[in-house]
Each structure stands twice: as C-alpha cells, then as structure tokens.
C-alpha cells in the first residue's frame, strides 16, 4: 500500500519493527513528532534493544531539531546514529546525539553492520567517505520583523545558539573557543573530518 508520495507503508512499519529509523528530510514539526513518537513507543515495547537513526537531511528547524535530540537523551535504550549521505545543520546536530560510542558515517557504499562500542557515551556512524557533515550557528527570519520583535528574537536565538554550542561541546571533546568559532560560518567535513573533529565515532567504510 503506498500513499501520494509512492512511500510503502508495509515496507516502512516493518523497518520501524526492526528498531530501524530514517530522517530523510528537512527538519520540521512534523517529522519531528513522529520521530519522537516512535522512540517513545519503540522504548515503552522494549527498553534493553537499541534503536539505529538513519540520518540523510539537509537540516532544517531548530527547535523539532532540539526536541528529537532530547528525545533520543531520554529513552532509556542505546540510539546508534548513521550518517547517510548528508547531515547538515540540525541533522549534524541530532547526529552527534547518538549513545556515545553509536555514531557513525558510511562511505560510498554499504557496508556490513558490525557496531562496535568506542567509548562510554554515543557512537555516530557515517557509512561513507564521501558523507557530508556541516555545522553552523541557528538562523531567524527577523528580516521582516519590527525593531521590538527583532530584538527578542535576537535574544532567543542567542540562548538557541548557547544549547547548540554546548552540546557540540560535550559530544566533541573540542573547547568552547574551538565550536563557537566553527559554527560562526558553515563549516563542511568529510566523513573522515567530522571523525576528527569528534562528530562521527566511526567510518563504516573505508
């Protein structure tokens, strides 16, 4: 059964039955919602059983960004994040949140699944070379406000700026100077750059 958009709803219930999810979006409420609400279910069913977050998204709105990011800090089971392509602006920063030792990036091609724990916390994967991860600070629409919403806006984005900066912070390893610098422009890695730059735990493929 397929809707307007050609998805196979049969195809994606039973990868969701797999634990396995996909973010192959802009970030917005509404894939931001059912995200969560799968985490949230998927933890209720089994809470020892870890979940994999495929992540191929150009980014998009900060504040569903921040909500799936809590989310995946909430559950209680291990959430391994996969980079697929491209984790740009709020899809680098939902990649960074997987379970320490469960974030990854894979090249060109796929590769075996084998998952190994690095560390103590999350993992993100990518599963190529030629992944693409970018980081840069949160942008507003303020340019048609008035002066007085301008100014409140500024100030949200000033605390939206502080949050994403310190969990970059203590995902990386990397010092508050090094991350505010890197997202006062967009900054764009490979999968071995982003591995550097403590974004990405592991290259899946070579």
Not at 165 to 184: A, C, F, H, I, N
Request: proline fraction near 4%; hydrophobic fraction near 45%; charge should be negative.
């Amino acid at each position: 059964m397929k809707n307007k958009r050609g998805y196979n709803f049969i195809l994606i219930n039973r990868l969701y039955r797999e634990r396995l999810l996909f973010l192959g979006q802009e970030v917005e409420s509404e894939i931001s919602n059912q995200l969560i609400g799968l985490m949230i279910y998927l933890s209720i069913e089994d809470e020892n059983k870890d979940l994999y977050f495929f992540i191929n998204s150009p980014g998009g709105w900060v504040l569903p960004g921040i909500a799936i990011y809590d989310t995946m800090q909430f559950v209680p089971p291990d959430i391994h994040t996969i980079c697929l392509g491209l984790a740009a602006s709020m899809g680098s920063f939902i990649l960074v949140g997987g379970t320490n030792y469960q974030t990854s990036s894979i090249p060109s091609r796929l590769a075996p699944m084998n998952y190994v724990k690095v560390n103590s916390i999350v993992e993100p994967y990518a599963i190529s070379k030629r992944c693409l991860v970018m980081i840069h600070q949160p942008a507003a629409g303020f340019y048609e406000a008035q002066a007085g919403e301008f100014v409140m806006e500024a100030e949200e984005l000033l605390k939206l700026r502080e949050i994403i900066t310190k969990v970059y912070v203590q995902r990386t390893g990397k010092p508050l100077w090094v991350v505010s610098e890197d997202l006062e422009r967009d900054v764009f890695m490979s999968a071995t750059e982003a591995q550097t730059h403590g974004i990405v735990d592991l290259v899946a493929v070579q």
